[in-house]
C-alpha cells in the first residue's frame, strides 16, 4: 500500500524530524457564503471538522440559505 502512495504526483514522504513541525488540529472552521452576490467569511466554533464544515454547507445550500459555500478549517491547517 505505502508504495501504491509513494507513486502518486505530487506525493512527498517527510521524515520524522518534518514530521514534528507539521500542525494540525483546531478548535474552529471558517465559513464562506456568497449569498445573491456578496460574499461572507465568518469563523464559526462549533464547527471543528472538514466533514462538519462540509455538512453544514450542503444544508445551507439545500435550505436556500446560501447560493455558494466552502470552507477553511484550523483542523487541516487555515488556507489548506
Do not use: W
Not at 512527498?12 to 465559513?31: P, R, W
Not at 462549533?46 to 436556500?64: F, L, N, Q
Not at 466552502?70 to 488556507?79: A, E, L, R, V
Amino acid at each position: 500500500m505505502l508504495s501504491y502512495f509513494l507513486n502518486i504526483e505530487g506525493v512527498t514522504v517527510l521524515n520524522k524530524k518534518q514530521q514534528s513541525k507539521v500542525s494540525g488540529g483546531g478548535e474552529y472552521c471558517v465559513i464562506k457564503t456568497t449569498t445573491k452576490g456578496i460574499y461572507h467569511e465568518f469563523p464559526d466554533s462549533e464547527i471543528t471538522t472538514s466533514a462538519g464544515a462540509r455538512k453544514h454547507c450542503a444544508d445551507m445550500i439545500v435550505a436556500g440559505d446560501t447560493d455558494r459555500c466552502g470552507f477553511d478549517c484550523s483542523y487541516d491547517g487555515i488556507g489548506n
